[in-house]
C-alpha cells in the first residue's frame, strides 16, 4: 500500500499543495488524483461502490437460494428463542 516517491519536484508539489490546502499531503494528493480522475470521466469511488453491491448481492442470492425450514421460520420474537432453554436459536 506505500508510495515511495523520489522525485524531488513531486515531493515540492505535494509540499506546497498540503500547505496551500491546509491538508496533509497525502490528502492534497488525494484530492489531486481525484480530481485527474474526474477529468477523465473516471469515477475514482466507483469501483469501491460496485464491490459493495455485488457483495450485496452474493448475500441476497445466498440467502435465496437457501432451503426454508418451518421450523425456523419467525414470525415474533418469540421465534428468535429456544422455548426450553431461552437462549437465542
Same mark, same amino acid.
Given at each position: 500500500?506505500?508510495? #515511495? %516517491?523520489? #522525485?524531488?519536484? !513531486?515531493?515540492e &508539489?505535494? /509540499?506546497?499543495?498540503a500547505s496551500v490546502t491546509g491538508k496533509s499531503q497525502t490528502g492534497a494528493i488525494e484530492e489531486a488524483l481525484t /480530481? @485527474? @480522475?474526474a477529468d477523465y470521466d473516471i469515477d475514482p469511488e466507483q469501483h469501491r461502490v460496485?464491490?459493495? !453491491?455485488?457483495?450485496?448481492? $452474493? %448475500? !441476497? /442470492?445466498?440467502? &435465496?437460494?437457501?432451503? $426454508?425450514?418451518?421450523?425456523?421460520? %419467525?414470525?415474533?420474537?418469540?421465534d428468535l428463542f429456544d422455548e426450553q432453554t431461552g437462549l437465542p436459536r
Open positions: 500500500m506505500g508510495m #515511495n %516517491i523520489k #522525485n524531488e519536484r !513531486v515531493h &508539489l505535494a /509540499r506546497r499543495a /480530481r @485527474l @480522475l460496485a464491490a459493495k !453491491v455485488d457483495k450485496v448481492h $452474493s %448475500i !441476497v /442470492r445466498a440467502y &435465496l437460494d437457501t432451503p $426454508s425450514d418451518a421450523d425456523r421460520t %419467525i414470525r415474533r420474537v418469540d
